[in-house]
């Protein structure tokens, strides 16, 4: 991600232009997965860019109103890291199953004691 901002446009300037104005790329920036958003809510992004023009994608001239997005990296996790995932569901819809049949086993319990109370009192 780049460092969020409005900024005022200027004619002709380009896309590279307004990501330095930005501040430049944080360490979670997917710079390859950029993409601006026209203000007519049109898409384009290095793929489509590329596939119907020539040119930087860095060199796309921005209009009034458009908007550029810089997604997050996507970050994928090895085996270890998803099995502590599971484990800390797993381990959280246990106490929460404990704690439940607690709650519900002392109900049926106090249920029984009035009940035996009300018979023998």
């Known amino acids: 991600m780049y460092n ?10 380009r896309l590279i232009a307004y990501l330095n ?5 944080t360490r979670e920036a997917d710079p390859k997965r950029i993409f601006v958003i026209r203000a007519d809510g049109t898409v384009v992004s290095r793929q489509s860019r590329n596939s119907h023009s020539h040119g930087s994608y860095g060199n796309l001239r921005l ?6 997005v810089v997604p997050e990296k996507l970050i994928v996790s090895g085996g270890l890291q ?8 797993i381990s959280g819809a246990a106490m929460t199953g404990a704690v439940l049949g607690t709650l519900l086993h002392n109900g049926v319990n106090n249920d029984r004691k009035r009940l035996f109370h009300r018979r023998n009192g």
Do not use: V
Not at 63 to 68: R, V
């Open 4 to 13: 969020a901002n409005a900024l005022r446009y200027e004619p002709g300037k």
């Open 21 to 25: 104005d930005a501040g430049g790329a």
């Open 63 to 68: 209009l009034p109103g458009d908007a550029i």
């Open 82 to 89: 998803k099995f502590a995932n599971y484990a800390q569901i």
